[in-house]
């Protein structure tokens, strides 16, 4: 299966400022999901939206999701030094029992 | 707790096989198995429910995976090749199904020399 694309594939930003990284899809899906993977650990979840929703929010996390776009976009405001990982988004796009996952993007948070 | 794997890193040589375990986390009775190489990023390999592989990812006959009537899993590689040095997650849910929130284990790092 084609994987998504997420946008930007790093990005560096300083601690108080917030961070916006997007994901896009190829076809319908029924929820997407959004992940965070800090160095060579395991995947946490952060966030599941589904079709019929166009925004959640989660502590510092907001989520939006554009169905007639594609994309969905995750933004963490005030972001800290900890908050530095990978995010991913996957989606059911392909098959209702597997994620299909982006490339993910790579955040350093400064302090 | 979480969804837990065993062993966290191994390291294996070419032509040898392996064995990875995962226990789900409590009740939830579909568990998944991935591969993440910096190549190919995150790519779904099985899924099972109820002691049957319900769907599988594009990946050789040299992987396979089980699961028992506990939930617990099992992925097997046999015949290891360079390539298939990875991290290898596990994930579970209640059902599987669509709207399930899937949760990741720490996986297992395996290393083929």
């Known amino acids: 299966s084609q994987q998504g694309e997420e946008d930007p594939q790093a990005l560096s930003i300083q601690e108080g400022e917030n961070a916006t990284m997007n994901c896009s899809y190829k076809?319908?899906?029924?929820?997407l999901q959004w992940y965070r993977q800090n160095s060579g650990r395991g995947l946490v979840h952060l966030i599941l939206?589904?079709?019929?929703?166009r925004e959640k929010h989660s502590g510092r996390l907001r989520v939006t999701l554009d169905t007639s776009k594609k994309s969905s976009s995750l933004l963490i405001t005030a972001s800290r030094a900890a908050d530095t990982a990978s995010y991913f988004c996957?989606?059911?796009?392909?098959?209702?029992?597997?994620?299909?996952f982006g490339k993910g993007t790579s955040l350093l948070v400064t302090p | 707790t979480g969804v837990t794997q065993s062993p966290t890193h191994l390291i294996k040589t070419r032509g040898q096989q392996v064995t990875l375990s995962c226990s789900p986390i409590?009740?939830?009775?579909?568990v998944s198995w991935y591969q993440q190489t910096p190549g190919q990023g995150l790519q779904f390999l099985f899924e099972?429910?109820?002691?049957?592989?319900?769907n599988k990812g594009n990946f050789p006959g040299r992987f396979s995976g089980r699961q028992f009537s506990n939930s617990r899993s099992e992925m097997n590689v046999s015949t290891l090749e360079l390539g298939d040095s990875a991290l290898y997650l596990c994930?579970?849910?209640?059902?599987?199904?669509?709207?399930?929130?899937?949760?990741f284990g720490e996986g297992s790092w395996l290393t083929v020399v």
């Open positions: 994930a579970s849910s209640q059902t599987g199904n669509s709207g399930n929130t899937i949760y």
């Open positions: 076809t319908s899906i029924n929820n």
């Open positions: 939206i589904r079709s019929n929703e």
């Open positions: 996957a989606t059911d796009e392909y098959s209702g029992y597997a994620l299909n």
């Open positions: 409590s009740g939830h009775r579909s």
């Open positions: 099972y429910f109820s002691e049957t592989q319900r």
